[in-house]
C-alpha cells in the first residue's frame, strides 16, 4: 500500500470531488468523441479539451530515473488532445472493455504502435502514474489487469492518434464514489496538426545578410508533421530561398542543422532533427542541383535551444532548422 500511495495520493482524490453519477448519468456537459464510440453502459467520469498541446505518447514500459518513473520510450505529438475516463458497467472486466474498443479501432483502419499489459507496462502504478501525470484522471492504477494501446489512423489532414488504458479498480474506494470493483477506462485522442504559424518566408538575400553577420540564419518555413521526417509542401518557398542563395553564391557551403523543442527523449530529439535535415539536404540536391559537397545535414536536436522551453511560443521557437556557413 505504501508504494500506491506515493505515486498518486492526489489524483485518487480527485475522483471523490467529482459529482457523483451514481444513477447512471454522465458527468455534466460531457460526450463521447466523434472519433471512438463509448464501450455500452459506460458512464463518463472525468473530461478534459485542448486545443493544442503536447501529448507524450509511451511506446514502452516504465523505468525508474531517480525517485520518479518514466517511459522508456515515447513519441511526442502535438495537437488537439481529448481526454475521457469512463467506468464500465458492473460485471465486466478491464481486459472485456479492452478487447472490444481494440477490435473497434481495427475496424476503422487504426495501426497498433504499442501495446502490452500487467507488469511489461511497469510494477505497481508506475506505469498509470506517468501516464497521468500529463492530465489529472482518475481510480487506481495498479499492475494486476492493467491493459495499454496506442493506435494510430493516418489521415490527409493529420493523423490521429488513441491511447487506451483500461484496468479493474480493485482497491480504491466504494461503490457510490470511486466504483470499487469496476472496470475504468481511459481514452486519450490526438488530433495532429501543426500549429499556425506566422513567421515569415525568409528571403535568399536576408539569408546572406544575416550569415555574414553571424555565421547563420534561422528559418522557421520548413514544415513536418509530429514525428516524421517528410518536408511538407508548404516548405516550398523556404526551400526556393535557400537554393537561390546557394546558387548565388557559389563558394558557399553551409551545416543544415535540425533544431527540437525540449519535449520527449534527448537521443530521440537527436535523431528526428538529423533525419529532417537529411530531408532537407536531399531536396536541394536533387530537385535544385545543388552539390551534396555544399550540404551536410546535422541534428542537435534539443541541445541548442533559442528561447526557454516553459512557454509554447519558446517551444516554436526552437523547432527550426539553421543554416549555419562553414
Not at 256 to 263: E, F, I, L, R
Amino acid at each position: 500500500m505504501a508504494s500506491r500511495l506515493r505515486f498518486l495520493p492526489c489524483l485518487l482524490l480527485l475522483i471523490l470531488l467529482l459529482p457523483p453519477s451514481a444513477r447512471g448519468a454522465d458527468l455534466r456537459n460531457t460526450k463521447d468523441h466523434p472519433a471512438l464510440p463509448r464501450y455500452a453502459g459506460s458512464e463518463i467520469m472525468f473530461s478534459s479539451h485542448r486545443a493544442f498541446d503536447l501529448y507524450t505518447a509511451p511506446l514502452a514500459g516504465v523505468v525508474r530515473e531517480g525517485d520518479r518513473y518514466r517511459f522508456s520510450k515515447i513519441l511526442p505529438l502535438e495537437g488537439s488532445v481529448t481526454r475521457l475516463g469512463y467506468v464500465a458497467p458492473p460485471g465486466r472486466s478491464a481486459l472485456e472493455v479492452f478487447r472490444n474498443y481494440e477490435g473497434v479501432l481495427k475496424s476503422k483502419g487504426f495501426t497498433a504502435l504499442f501495446s502490452a499489459a500487467g507488469e511489461d507496462l511497469g510494477k505497481y502504478d508506475s506505469f498509470g502514474a506517468t501516464l497521468l501525470r500529463q492530465y489529472p484522471f482518475f481510480g487506481d492504477p495498479a499492475a494486476p489487469g492493467q491493459r495499454f494501446l496506442l493506435a494510430r489512423q493516418a489521415r490527409p489532414e493529420g493523423d490521429l492518434y488513441v491511447a487506451l488504458y483500461a484496468l479493474d479498480n480493485l482497491f480504491w474506494g466504494d461503490e457510490v464514489k470511486c466504483r470499487k470493483n469496476r472496470a475504468y477506462v481511459l481514452v486519450d485522442v490526438v488530433e495532429t496538426k501543426p500549429m499556425e504559424t506566422r513567421m515569415v518566408v525568409v528571403k535568399a538575400e536576408e539569408m546572406e545578410r544575416r550569415i555574414a553577420e553571424s555565421g547563420r540564419v534561422a528559418l522557421y518555413g520548413l514544415y513536418f508533421d509530429t514525428d516524421r521526417t517528410e518536408v511538407k509542401p508548404p516548405s516550398r518557398p523556404t526551400l526556393e530561398e535557400i537554393a537561390k542563395l546557394l546558387k548565388k553564391s557559389p563558394k558557399l557551403r553551409v551545416l543544415v542543422v535540425g533544431h527540437t523543442d525540449g519535449a520527449g527523449e534527448r537521443t530521440y530529439n537527436q535523431n528526428l532533427s538529423r533525419k529532417r535535415a537529411d530531408a532537407v539536404v536531399k531536396i536541394l540536391t536533387s530537385r535544385y542541383g545543388i552539390a551534396p559537397s555544399r550540404l551536410v545535414p546535422a541534428g542537435v536536436g534539443m541541445l541548442a535551444p533559442a528561447a526557454s522551453n516553459r512557454t509554447e511560443e519558446g517551444r516554436a521557437k526552437n523547432r527550426r532548422v539553421e543554416l549555419v556557413e562553414f
